[in-house]
């Protein structure tokens, strides 16, 4: 199966510091990667989303200059959070599209960051 | 995208089928009903989707009514990793680039010993 593999799975940073979560599929390209957040005992929000080539889209309210994506290949797009603070500290999700089977997102295992 | 409505928890006992509604009365003739789980600190798990036809995998089945305007997903017969919130998604198919998936509250579904 679609296997899409996000790392790390946890990282704790000071405050004021940048975190760089990857995000890749490993056994397919992904044209279009998507990228989310979730607090604790809430649902996923979407962010962005992450299109090879070209620049992201993000959804309303979501920081561009905050939360750095970057998808310069098939196989990985990446997400940094810059001049992270504690109210950044979440679980971020990332899910990719495999074109030929265009129906249902595959999820990454999530990445919990903790900014102190 | 129609918006759903889900009862927030339910609870199961282990062997036995969990049946999970999902209201979605404002359906469009073209949006396909997806569900989706998401075990503890775990990224989201598709399990089916379907338009107006009966769906089964491996997974669960989906039965949507006649009018479109619910659903039920059916864990035949629920186990303790069953445990998890089940998200009832409605959208277009489809969509190109633009795809993206829109997550409710889903339904906490707890799997009793």
């Known amino acids: 199966g679609a296997v899409v593999s996000q790392h790390p799975s946890w990282v704790i940073c000071k405050s004021g510091t940048s975190v760089k979560i990857e995000c890749r599929s490993l056994?397919?390209?992904?044209?279009?990667m998507f990228w989310y957040r979730q607090f604790p005992k809430q649902s996923l929000m979407l962010m962005a989303t992450s299109n090879e080539g070209s620049k992201a889209t993000y959804e309303q309210g979501v920081e561009k200059d905050k939360f750095l994506i970057n998808h310069a290949s098939l196989t990985l797009s990446t997400l940094t959070v810059t001049s992270a603070h504690p109210e950044d500290s979440s679980f971020y999700i990332c899910?990719?599209?495999?074109?030929?089977?265009?129906?249902?997102?595959?999820f990454g295992s999530g990445t919990q960051l903790s900014v102190l | 995208d129609a918006k759903t409505t889900q009862p927030p928890s339910m609870d199961c006992a282990e062997g036995r089928a969990a049946n999970l509604p999902c209201n979605h009365s404002t359906i469009s003739g073209n949006e396909y009903v997806y569900w989706y789980r998401q075990i503890h600190s775990q990224g989201p798990q598709y399990i089916i989707h379907g338009l107006k036809n009966n769906e089964t995998n491996e997974m669960a089945s989906l039965i949507i009514t006649e009018d479109r305007k619910s659903s039920t997903l059916i864990l035949p017969h629920a186990t303790l990793r069953d445990t998890a919130v089940y998200y009832c998604?409605?959208?277009?198919?489809?969509?190109?680039?633009?795809?993206?998936?829109?997550f409710g509250k889903g339904t906490l579904l707890t799997v009793n010993p």
């Open positions: 899910s990719a599209r495999r074109d030929s089977v265009a129906e249902k997102l595959f």
């Open positions: 056994d397919f390209q992904a044209t279009t």
């Open positions: 998604i409605v959208r277009v198919r489809g969509g190109g680039s633009n795809y993206k998936l829109t």
